[in-house]
């Protein structure tokens, strides 16, 4: 009979063994495959330890061919205790980690507790998520195994594919995790200060926008919005509308030393006070450099805002403010429409290309939509593949999207 041992760590050992073998003499083999100590060794299967070393195999339950087994390392603390020593070094690593332990808090408070003034309770603790882990793998396989014994259930081939694709979807996010984990940081947007008509602004550049953007507030502030010729109103369609008022043809814009002209499409409903487009970029020819984090013109260079400069909005949505309309132009609804002068371009887009809704159910702009209070606030979906990834109970996943912002990858990565 093969068996399969599965440490903590996911390491796996496979020995071949006798039915009437006694635990004490397998364990003995383990301590040959592994390297961990007859001693330290704790094994248990289907969530039952197996502690009695002069039972065999088959008297404890153990006769199925191809059973997988739980092998963990234990060890004797100081105190006579007994814990596991990957939980201990896991412990040490939290408590070695400031900005780790801060998000454990966030997301488990009972586990950072227990891992700052118990070390019995946290390894207790870790060891309930690992078999609520080891749980919800053997249930999927038993499921799998329901759906394969009748080959002609279309239902379940269904699912079947279903379960493949989830399982392809989480090594994907695995991998990602362990050699590109930057992916799945906080990306900040371009901001930079300039003046417009000597009024200091923190102006947002966006590349993918075609039209250089002020609010009408910005441009109150500004002193320009008596330069707002009316013939260019008209509705920005996206995935939002947003109502044009007009367009200032020219007003002075400083970046650094330079005084340059510059026009603006005057925007009600934006997340920004003035939004730098393609065109302003191209006609003065601009260059982003993210090497050196500066947007290059006519030789100088101006230096992008980090992140405690932001303007509030900037840190509180963290998305582009293009992504709430995408596309403007005169209204053709309204009367007169047609006679009014169209921008460059015919009123193509003004910001990226439309975007649909997630099916997280959060909008394109990465903003987590109000809804009902509890769980209702995140999607079914994300709470049970949250409880899938770290075998935790529902209570556990909805607190860890709640601290990761609704963000499925981000709230995976803070249980990792």
């Known amino acids: 009979m093969q068996l399969t041992f599965i440490t903590d760590l996911g390491q796996p050992f496979t020995v071949e063994i006798d039915p009437d073998m006694e635990l004490e003499n397998v364990m003995a083999l383990l301590e040959a495959e592994s390297g961990i100590p007859i001693a330290e060794q704790s094994i248990s299967h289907e969530g039952r330890d197996l502690s009695n070393p002069k039972s065999t195999m088959r008297q404890l339950g153990v006769h199925t061919e191809n059973a997988t087994l739980m092998l963990r390392r234990k060890v004797v603390s100081a105190t006579g205790q007994t814990m596991e020593q990957d939980s201990e070094m896991m412990r040490l690593q939290l408590l070695g980690d400031p900005e780790l332990m801060r998000q454990i808090s966030s997301a488990q408070p009972e586990l950072a507790q227990a891992a700052q003034n118990n070390p019995a309770r946290f390894a207790e603790l870790l060891r309930q998520t690992r078999e609520r882990q080891y749980d919800a793998e053997l249930a999927r396989a038993r499921e799998i195994e329901r759906l394969n014994a009748d080959p002609f259930d279309v239902e379940a081939q269904s699912k079947i594919e279903e379960a493949i694709r989830q399982q392809a979807i989480m090594e994907n996010m695995e991998h990602a995790l362990e050699y590109s984990p930057e992916s799945f940081g906080r990306v900040h947007m371009l901001y930079i200060p300039v003046e417009v008509n000597s009024h200091p602004v923190m102006a947002f550049v966006d590349s993918g926008a075609q039209q250089t953007i002020i609010s009408p507030e910005c441009a109150e502030a500004c002193g320009i919005m008596r330069l707002v010729d009316r013939r260019f109103a008209g509705i920005a369609r996206g995935v939002g509308t947003a109502k044009i008022l007009g367009r200032v043809h020219s007003a002075q814009l400083k970046l650094g030393d330079l005084h340059l002209p510059c026009s603006f499409t005057i925007m009600e409903g934006r997340d920004v006070d003035l939004l730098l487009g393609l065109d302003m970029l191209k006609a003065h020819q601009a260059c982003i450099d993210l090497e050196k984090n500066v947007l290059r013109i006519q030789g100088r260079e101006v230096k992008f805002l980090s992140e405690h400069e932001l303007p509030q909005k900037a840190k509180e949505f963290g998305h582009s403010p293009e992504d709430d309309t995408s596309t403007a132009g005169p209204s053709s609804a309204q ?82």
């Open 335 to 416: 009367p007169g429409g047609s006679n009014r002068p169209s921008f460059p371009g015919g009123g193509r887009a003004l910001g990226a290309p439309p975007a649909s809704t997630p099916s997280s159910g959060r909008p394109a702009s990465g903003r987590p939509t109000p809804s009902a209070q509890g769980a209702n606030r995140h999607p079914e979906a994300s709470i049970q593949m949250i409880m899938d990834i770290g075998g935790v109970p529902r209570e556990v996943a909805i607190s860890t999207l709640d601290a990761a912002g609704g963000n499925v990858d981000v709230a995976a990565s803070l249980l990792f």
